[in-house]
């Protein structure tokens, strides 16, 4: 028997911009989004939870901020970490060669994953999910981390970013995420797609990306705002085309003709 398509539509970076929250909500109520992914020590956090509490059915998890992103610790916990304003860099290969290599990095690491967990339990929020900023839960000592800590606050499902096609080079880390995660009894998508097209999620792409979709588990990730320009680092992304994607009654037909069955991860952890 063939085995069904199961889709996650998730939102990265919720919390970021008061944008981002206005466009989860929208794509949620108006539209196909399923889920979002929040950073916990964002500018417009507090918005965003107060929007996640009047949305019951909006799945909400953990996306971990460890590079290009605020730290909740403060700067004298974790000074190894971040730069003086208590923000992470955006050397990725340098700081995951710390992590791995000095335990007193990998000790300030382990109290700022703690933190994040324990503040978005203090959203009251249920925790449906765990991702990493820019896909750094990849990295070993990392998702270690993820798994020791995350036991205790409920954690259950975590990305592999894992898209059909695409960054061969990431494929050893994949498949010992893959194994890592299968062996720690947590779920994962058996498929994710977003990318090849970060930023630039529109309608037509979103809608190609359905098409593909195998049997199994999948993810589709974007970057919904009402607005471009959020960052530096993502000047280029079409965040509003990505909001119109996820809104777009084409994208709505084409899951429901495909007879693809959308939730949260928490509706596929509970079917394992």
């Given at each position: 028997?063939?085995?069904?398509?199961?889709?996650?539509?998730?939102?990265?970076?919720?919390?970021?911009?008061?944008?981002?929250?206005?466009?989860?909500?929208?794509?949620?109520?108006?539209?196909?989004?399923?889920?979002?992914?929040?950073?916990?020590?964002?500018?417009?956090?507090?918005?965003?939870?107060?929007?996640?509490?009047?949305?019951?059915?909006?799945?909400?998890?953990?996306?971990?901020?460890?590079?290009?992103?605020?730290?909740?610790?403060?700067?004298?916990?974790?000074?190894?970490?971040?730069?003086?304003?208590?923000?992470?860099?955006?050397?990725?290969?340098?700081?995951?060669?710390?992590?791995?290599?000095?335990?007193?990095?990998?000790?300030?690491?382990?109290?700022?994953?703690?933190?994040?967990?324990?503040?978005?339990?203090?959203?009251?929020?249920?925790?449906?999910?765990?991702?990493?900023?820019?896909?750094?839960?990849?990295?070993?000592t990392v998702l270690s981390?993820?798994?020791?800590?995350?036991?205790?606050?409920?954690?259950?499902?975590?990305?592999?970013?894992?898209?059909?096609?695409?960054?061969?080079?990431?494929?050893?880390?994949?498949?010992l995420t893959r194994r890592?995660?299968?062996?720690?009894?947590?779920?994962?998508?058996?498929?994710?797609?977003?990318?090849?097209?970060?930023?630039?999620?529109?309608?037509?792409?979103?809608?190609?990306?359905?098409?593909?979709?195998?049997?199994?588990?999948?993810?589709?990730?974007?970057?919904?705002?009402?607005?471009?320009?959020?960052?530096?680092?993502?000047?280029?992304?079409?965040?509003?085309?990505?909001?119109?994607?996820?809104?777009?009654?084409?994208v709505r037909d084409a899951?429901?003709?495909?007879?693809?069955?959308?939730?949260?991860?928490?509706?596929?952890?509970?079917?394992?």
């Amino acid at each position: 028997m063939k085995r069904p398509i199961r889709l996650i539509l998730n939102a990265d970076d919720f919390g970021l911009d008061t944008s981002v929250n206005i466009a989860v909500e929208r794509a949620h109520v108006d539209g196909v989004l399923t889920t979002a992914s929040l950073m916990i020590g964002a500018a417009a956090v507090g918005d965003a939870i107060e929007r996640a509490k009047r949305l019951p059915r909006l799945g909400i998890g953990l996306h971990l901020v460890l590079a290009d992103g605020p730290a909740v610790s403060a700067y004298e916990t974790i000074p190894d970490l971040v730069d003086a304003s208590g923000r992470f860099g955006d050397h990725m290969a340098r700081d995951g060669f710390r992590f791995f290599f000095l335990p007193r990095v990998r000790r300030q690491l382990a109290i700022e994953i703690r933190a994040q967990f324990e503040a978005f339990r203090a959203t009251g929020l249920a925790l449906d999910h765990v991702n990493a900023h820019k896909h750094f839960h990849l990295h070993p000592t990392v998702l270690s981390l993820i798994l020791d800590i995350g036991r205790d606050y409920g954690l259950n499902a975590v990305r592999l970013p894992r898209e059909p096609g695409a960054a061969a080079l990431l494929a050893p880390w994949l498949v010992l995420t893959r194994r890592r995660l299968g062996v720690a009894n947590i779920l994962h998508n058996d498929a994710m797609f977003g990318l090849r097209t970060t930023g630039a999620m529109d309608a037509a792409a979103l809608l190609a990306a359905i098409e593909k979709l195998p049997p199994g588990l999948n993810e589709i990730y974007l970057h919904p705002a009402t607005r471009r320009s959020l960052t530096p680092t993502m000047s280029d992304y079409r965040h509003d085309d990505e909001l119109a994607a996820l809104l777009s009654p084409s994208v709505r037909d084409a899951i429901a003709q495909r007879g693809i069955v959308t939730g949260r991860w928490a509706d596929f952890v509970e079917r394992q």
